[in-house]
């Protein structure tokens, strides 16, 4: 007697080894992927800042005429900033651009000139809707209506350049994203479904002696949702991780990484942790409900 309950006891304590090795492995490979989801959840936020970054440093100059004064220039100054598009002005005086070009050069055009061949002008950064071909048109006419304007420059195919390039880039992450979700959810899936494989003899036992389909549902989806729990909080740990060496490398990086994007892709990978993982459980423990108990030893 007392050996069977030996023998038994050894039986419990091996399942119970064997299914807390299953977990494990679930956690780690559940985590993997969600590493992988954050960092394209990641991606696209940080291109979407990185996109609108770009366009409000693109800088457009108006060159104002030769007889205005600095009065009359800053009160261009202070009507400009009451503009919508305008992002961030610069007021560059002309005393301030021979200065400049005197130390650019390394000699001071003005000396044999006989005057300051510069013009005062004012450096606009526009805000990143407004930082597009098609607006920089008719920004470019409005500025121009004033008399006091001479002229507008601004890197037109520059521009074209990286609104082409931030589309690509856009979109391949889209795509990217897509595909990704889509594997994603077939791996884990596939993890889940090896650890309700492992009981499915149990499930039967369950509903031979009457537990309702729920009941027997139940421990499972507590077990995903705990997986689900630790495997994203172990790909934040290691998403931050790698943040923060990105940032001890090159600080400038909190320019497009903003706490509003380490906290978006740290909520995302919470969610889709508990929310695949909990459906990829629900499916599989309902796959072995449906069965009969001489199609569990044809699996």
């Not at 607006?135 to 470019?140: E, G, P, T, V």
């Not at 507008?152 to 990704?180: G, H």
């Not at 039967?204 to 009457?210: D, E, N």
Request: glycine share 6%; proline share 2%.
């Amino acid at each position: 007697m007392c050996y069977s309950h030996e023998i038994m006891g050894k039986k419990r304590k091996s399942t119970g080894i064997r299914h807390g090795l299953q977990g494990i492995t679930l956690c780690i490979s559940t985590a993997l992927v969600l590493i992988l989801l954050g960092m394209v959840v990641f991606s696209v936020l940080t291109a979407k800042n990185l996109s609108e970054y770009v366009k409000e440093n693109l800088t457009v100059t108006m060159m104002l005429g030769e007889d205005i004064t600095n009065p009359e220039a800053q009160r261009l100054c202070k009507d400009l900033k009451k503009r919508p598009y305008i992002n961030h002005i610069t007021y560059i005086s002309k005393e301030q651009a021979l200065k400049e070009q005197t130390e650019a050069m390394g000699t001071d055009p003005s000396e044999f000139l006989g005057t300051n061949p510069f013009v005062a002008s004012i450096e606009l950064q526009l805000t990143a809707e407004y930082a597009n071909t098609d607006s920089l048109r008719w920004i470019a006419k409005d500025l121009k209506r004033d008399a006091r304007v001479n002229d507008i420059t601004y890197p037109q195919d520059l521009m074209d350049s990286v609104n082409r390039n931030l589309k690509k880039i856009n979109l391949v992450l889209l795509v990217l994203a897509v595909l990704l979700t889509c594997v994603s959810f077939s791996l884990i899936n596939n993890t889940v479904k090896l650890g309700v494989y492992a009981r499915r003899f149990t499930i039967h036992t369950m509903k031979l002696v009457g537990a309702s389909w729920g009941f027997i549902r139940r421990p499972f989806l507590g077990n995903a949702v705990g997986i689900g729990l630790l495997a994203a909080l172990i790909a934040d740990i290691v998403l931050a991780s790698g943040v923060y060496v990105l940032y001890t490398y090159e600080p400038g990086v909190l320019v497009v990484i903003t706490w509003q994007v380490m906290a978006i892709t740290g909520g995302a990978v919470f969610l889709f942790g508990i929310l695949i993982t909990l459906l990829c459980a629900y499916f599989s423990v309902n796959k072995f409900l449906r069965m009969k108990a001489g199609d569990l030893y044809k699996i």
